[in-house]
């Protein structure tokens, strides 16, 4: 079994990716639902959580059918990640992560992010001092290194466990790279040789499909998986990917039906937990991946992604039902 401290992940898990305006309670009700191991809040600015900031405290909201979850932080000062990991203790996650991965220039300016990965002793300072300032398992999740002459990722590794870290997850990229090319998980499974590395290693990048998910475990030898861009508005990922371990076999894919009922169960959340202005808004980015695939569904996703109203949401989620439903009865829609 894998652990991060004393919290038990399962035999290989599927790690949810704290993904920034993606990763909330309505979004991870739905991965949870099917078979994500272990999920992350979205990220959460220090300077938010010590200041009151009502974007940043909203972020705390974790719930028992979630567990077990990491609520990850970002954050540059000293003072303020120490401060910031007392308050995130007060929400009571089994895990608390920061975060040295975040490409976004915003983020990177202020040393933030995958900016301190521009300062490796600043990055292990910040990191002990959190170890040092919470009871909760700390893990940490980055990337390679700032660009390709800075992969320093073997030996931050290293460094990391040696202040106290319990579970790191890598990037296969660069901050340079951003999001571009292929992520490079070959530094990744170097780490997991490395016999001084005692905790578990977890591979970010790239898994879209249950086979590559099954290929880069063989060949990287990781503790578990994290999954970010390919669950959005497809959390199947992780039930498909599950099955295909167990069995060998691919699972067919979602029905009309599941992906309407997941799309209006995440907006009926999402409206809950956000009001209907934001709730609204939050959800454009996932209608695209619910109805991947579909003939003819460009008129329906640009009454999804413009309309504000949402009874007139649910009319057009029940209408792509009653189409598409009558032609995947006839085949016509894999």
């Given at each position: ?57 909203q ?9 077990p ?10 003072d ?26 915003k ?18 300072e ?25 992969k320093?990722?073997e ?19 660069t ?18 040789e ?38 959005i508005?497809?959390p199947?990922?992780?039930r ?21 009922g ?27 991946n619910?109805f ?13 992604v ?15 039902q ?13």
């Amino acid at each position: 079994m894998v652990k991060i401290g004393n919290v038990d992940i399962g035999e290989f898990p599927l790690l949810l990716a704290p993904m920034e305006d993606v990763s909330d309670p309505p979004f991870r009700a739905l991965c949870k639902a099917q078979g994500c191991d272990m999920m992350y809040t979205e990220f959460i600015s220090v300077e938010g959580l010590i200041r009151d900031a009502e974007k940043s405290v909203q972020k705390l909201d974790i719930y028992d059918y979630e567990r077990p979850i990491g609520i990850q932080i970002f954050g540059a000062e000293l003072d303020s990640m120490m401060r910031a990991a007392e308050i995130v203790e007060e929400a009571q996650p089994e895990v608390l992560d920061i975060n040295y991965g975040c490409p976004v220039k915003k983020v990177v300016c202020k040393m933030a992010g995958a900016g301190i990965l521009q300062d490796i002793d600043r990055m292990v300072e910040l990191t002990e001092a959190v170890v040092k300032s919470t009871s909760l398992p700390v893990t940490v999740k980055t990337r390679l290194g700032w660009d390709d002459n800075t992969k320093y990722i073997e030996d931050v590794a290293e460094r990391l466990q040696d202040v106290g870290i319990k579970a790191l997850s890598i990037h296969g990229r660069t901050r340079k790279q951003m999001y571009k090319g292929e992520a490079d998980w070959t530094l990744i499974g170097k780490i997991k040789e490395n016999p001084r590395i005692q905790i578990p290693i977890f591979g970010n990048g790239d898994i879209d499909s249950p086979q590559k998910a099954k290929l880069y475990r063989e060949r990287y030898g990781v503790d578990g998986i994290m999954i970010g861009r390919a669950a959005i508005g497809y959390p199947w990922i992780f039930r498909e990917i599950k099955h295909y371990f167990e069995t060998g076999e691919l699972l067919p894919p979602p029905t009309v039906a599941e992906r309407v009922g997941a799309a209006r169960e995440h907006l009926r959340r999402s409206l809950e937990w956000k009001g209907v202005k934001l709730g609204t808004l939050e959800m454009r980015r996932h209608y695209t991946n619910y109805f991947r695939g579909f003939p003819n569904i460009k008129e329906y996703r640009k009454q999804l992604v413009t309309e504000e109203d949402p009874a007139t949401l649910f009319a057009v989620l029940d209408e792509i039902q009653e189409v598409y439903g009558e032609q995947f009865a006839k085949g016509e829609v894999a």
